[in-house]
């Protein structure tokens, strides 16, 4: 996990690089004032869709916990929702079009699948069970496997260890 946090400032300068550049190209294709504007019609739009997103996912939450599902498609759901309109939201044409198409629901399910399968290799599945339902496992046909065998230890008198060097630990 700390090996990939050591990415982030350069991924965060390149991101705001690659924002001012699509602002400055798209300034002069509209104008500045059409530009800003878009920028801020789609913050606005952000704001007003992260409310709306974390109320239906904290509806959705609920209504699988009070059925005894589990919660997992639900959370995951409206965890990609919420990072859709929280990326619409933060001022930026490139974010907002990212987080615009987090909310359309073809690419919203996709991304879901890919939040719960990183969330199913980083936990227990003990965990995953309870969050996601029972696994599905797919079994292939194949060549039989041959059954492990177990290694007898020698009938003879067991060696007990030497006697121990001063300051040595010895674990019987």
Do not use: N
Request: aromatic share 4%.
């Amino acid at each position: 996990m700390r090996r990939g946090l050591r990415f982030v400032p350069p991924a965060l300068l390149l991101l705001t690089l690659l924002e001012l550049a699509v602002f400055v190209l798209v300034g002069r294709a509209v104008g500045f004032g059409a530009a800003l504007l878009l920028v801020f019609a789609a913050s606005l739009l952000g704001l007003v869709l992260l409310r709306r997103e974390g109320m239906r996912a904290w509806r959705g939450f609920r209504a699988a916990a009070q059925a005894g599902q589990p919660p997992g498609a639900q959370v995951t759901d409206g965890l990609v929702g919420l990072a859709g309109a929280l990326l619409l939201a933060l001022p930026g044409l490139v974010s907002g079009v990212v987080g615009l198409l987090l909310l359309v629901p073809p690419l919203r399910r996709l991304a879901g699948g890919g939040v719960r399968r990183a969330t199913e290799r980083r936990v227990s599945s003990m965990v995953a069970g309870d969050l996601f339902g029972p696994r599905r496992v797919r079994v292939y046909p194949g060549a039989p496997q041959p059954a492990p065998t177990t290694v007898q230890p020698p009938a003879g008198p067991q060696q007990q260890p030497g006697p121990a060097i001063e300051g040595e630990i010895v674990d019987r």
